[in-house]
């Protein structure tokens, strides 16, 4: 069983930087891809980014390009979401999702695991 454990949120002002960390388990196979999802204050879950199990493929939404970064670590199981500029609309509950079909998906529901979120909030 996939378990996926988020770390690395809090508040910090506009211009601001935040890491993300997803510690994870149980990936019983070197095809995983992962991803990063947000969902803002009575809005639906949106997809940011998603990475490759070799990471040598990443995605993201347009209004991150430039300014976040998705990495990871086999070695260590953690999925990373490096977010620099941050501003007030990337204000959200950050989730991390594992997809064992390797697709990194823009879609929610092409993932099969998911972790309990994190809190991002950004000051102006």
């Known amino acids: 069983q996939v378990q996926l454990v988020e770390s690395g949120g809090g508040l910090v002002q506009a211009g601001g930087s935040l890491r993300l960390s997803c510690a994870a388990s149980g990936l019983t196979s070197s095809t995983y891809a992962m991803g990063w999802f947000r969902r803002a204050p009575g809005k639906q879950r949106d997809f940011v980014a998603a990475?490759?199990?070799?990471?040598?493929?990443?995605r993201y939404v347009d209004s991150v390009k430039g300014r976040f970064t998705i990495s990871r670590d086999n070695a260590k199981n953690t999925v990373y979401l490096q977010m620099n500029s941050l501003k007030p609309e990337d204000t959200a509950v950050y989730y991390c999702?594992?997809?064992?079909?390797?697709?990194?998906?823009?879609?929610?529901?092409?993932?099969?695991?998911w972790g309990q979120g994190t809190q991002v909030s950004v000051s102006s």
């Open positions: 990475i490759t199990w070799s990471g040598r493929i990443t």
């Open positions: 999702a594992a997809d064992r079909l390797g697709r990194i998906s823009g879609s929610y529901y092409e993932y099969d695991s």
